[in-house]
């Protein structure tokens, strides 16, 4: 694999031609108001727009992504909270410069920089610019770096979808708000992909990245169907770990966006993918990217995420489209050989939950719907779709269709719904995904981030014809509700593990066997 490591340690080669490698590779925690490093100057300032914070390849790591008006000598400076005075930065800081290139899409440039040696437990606050111009200042705390954690998982903000962007940016942001209240430590946020309606429409991305939020908790940002028409999805987000590959694009990659990407954050190997590339054979070089992460990363790992956008198992308008029909063969017999634990899309724009899925197959013919408890066993994943996380656009559900697709019929347990889905739901209301990351076991949860109420865009522009549960019948519910909620028991942890001894000694007695499942 070609891997693009800049965003995994670009901080410090750089560091280690202004104050020496000895200094560099002590790290961020090393040199803070050590005197070791001033903030750089630069003779013309820069405009600076559009700054997120990034996941990095580890818990110590952040990438600050922005866009620019000038090709400055940029930088990203970063000291912990409390050594500010009344919000001023102290006199000697630690930062970290910045990659800058020309940007493809509306002029100006765009920027990068990876924050690294971060402590755990630790308030930051950094800003972006040079001396004389910086940005405004934001914050973000890491926490533990090992243990129990959780993340967010959003679905298709799309914003613009709706035809109104500034309706479409007011439900993202009060997803994120309401999700943030409720989950104040919540450590990332991770995207289901389409993030935009139209891939070079800046004021699109404007409205998507309105938020302070996107400051102040790291976006794991995962490239959709309308994200990859052009160049500002990677402009706009630097990812750790990418193998930017031509079978990871749909095209040419000088004028669009894709690549395969990795981290490794306390315990869960994510693994995040262009689902966008899928003829030619990409399929099988997403398998291959995969299968070499899990080879060289996987015993580094107590459960392997796999994230990308297009929904295998989509209940909704997606159902039977050939790209994805297509996906359902060439995808969920690797994912059980490789020991998958879950698989997060996004896309369909309704809400799935599977069963436990093995080979392509429901594992157990015997698993309720919507059970609230499942326990893996080898080879098992489960697999699911996020709504709307703005409110932009829902598909309704659609019923199982032999017709289209003889492999993707009713579930005889509950012929309304697909074979492989324990869980659908449309309700038209807005929601976000919730992912308890424990030592023996996932908590996934579908949570409610509105009501029928406004800010709702596909509701109060009259997209869909009717709001709330069972199809409009019944009232909607309230806002941090739960739409569905599952505790998965993953194979490998814990009593759970009726083959542990087997397991184990396939896996070279590692972390939890990620590994063993190589074939």
């Known amino acids: 694999m070609k891997f693009d490591n800049r965003a995994e340690g670009s901080g410090l080669v750089r560091r280690r031609a202004a104050v020496g490698a000895t200094a560099a590779v002590m790290g961020l925690s090393a040199v803070f108001g050590s005197g070791l490093m001033a903030a750089a100057h630069a003779d ?38 409390n050594k500010l005075v009344k919000g001023q930065f102290p006199e000697h800081t630690t930062t970290f410069p910045a990659a800058v290139a020309a940007n493809k899409v509306s002029g100006g440039f765009n920027g990068h920089a990876t924050i690294d040696g971060l402590k755990k437990n630790t308030t930051y606050s950094y800003r972006v610019g040079t001396e004389g111009n910086w940005s405004p200042t934001y914050s973000f705390k890491t926490q533990n770096f090992k243990g129990d954690f959780d993340f967010l998982f959003y679905g298709d903000p799309q914003i613009g979808s709706s035809g109104n962007v500034a309706k479409d940016s007011e439900g993202w942001a009060d997803t994120l708000n309401v999700s943030l209240a409720a989950n104040p430590k919540a450590e990332l946020l991770v995207s289901g992909g389409d993030q935009v309606e139209t891939a070079n429409t800046e004021t699109q991305w404007d409205a998507f990245l309105a938020s302070d939020k996107l400051r102040q908790y790291p976006w794991a940002a995962t490239i959709g169907n309308h994200d990859v028409g052009g160049k500002a999805y990677e402009q706009h987000f630097w990812t750790p770990n990418t193998d930017r590959s031509a079978a990871f694009y749909t095209g040419d990659a000088n004028t669009r966006s894709g690549g395969d990407y990795w981290y490794i954050y306390k315990g869960v190997l994510f693994i995040d993918l262009n689902s966008n590339a899928y003829a030619a054979g990409a399929d099988a070089a997403h398998i291959g990217y995969i299968t070499d992460v899990v080879k060289n990363h996987g015993r580094d790992a107590k459960y392997t995420v796999l994230v990308y956008h297009h929904a295998i198992y989509s209940p909704a308008a997606h159902a039977n489209d050939s790209d994805n029909k297509q996906r359902r063969q060439d995808f969920p017999t690797a994912f059980s050989d490789l020991g998958v634990d879950l698989v997060l899309q996004g896309h369909d724009h309704s809400y ?3 069963y436990v899925i093995k080979n392509g197959q429901k594992a157990n013919k015997d698993e309720q719907p919507g059970a609230a408890q ?15 996380a703005s409110g ?46 424990r030592d023996d076991k996932l908590v996934v949860e579908n949570i409610r981030s509105s009501t029928c109420a406004a800010p709702n865009a596909a509701v109060e522009l009259g997209k869909v014809k009717w709001c709330g549960p069972d199809n409009g019948a019944g009232a909607a519910q309230p ?25 184990d000694e396939q896996a070279g007695k590692g972390h939890g066997g990620k590994s063993g499942w190589l074939k």
Do not use: C
């Open 44 to 81: 013309n300032g820069a405009t600076l727009t559009g700054i997120v914070l990034g996941v990095g390849a580890t818990e110590s790591q952040r990438v600050v992504s922005w866009y620019a008006s000038a090709n400055t000598a940029q930088v990203v400076e970063i000291a912990p909270t």
């Open 392 to 437: 932009s656009k829902y598909y309704d559900l659609t019923a199982p269709d032999i017709t289209k697709d003889p492999n993707f019929g009713p579930d005889p347990l509950n012929p309304k719904s697909h074979w492989a889905n324990s869980v659908e739901n449309q309700e038209h209301v807005r929601t976000y995904v919730k992912v308890q990351v």
């Open 479 to 503: 806002v941090g509700s739960k739409v569905d909620k599952v505790v998965i028991r993953p194979y490998g942890h814990g009593d759970h593990d009726d083959q542990g001894d087997d397991h």
């Open 374 to 388: 499942v326990v893996q066993g080898p080879g098992g994943v489960i697999y699911v779709t996020a709504n709307s």
């Open 352 to 354: 799935s939950r599977s």
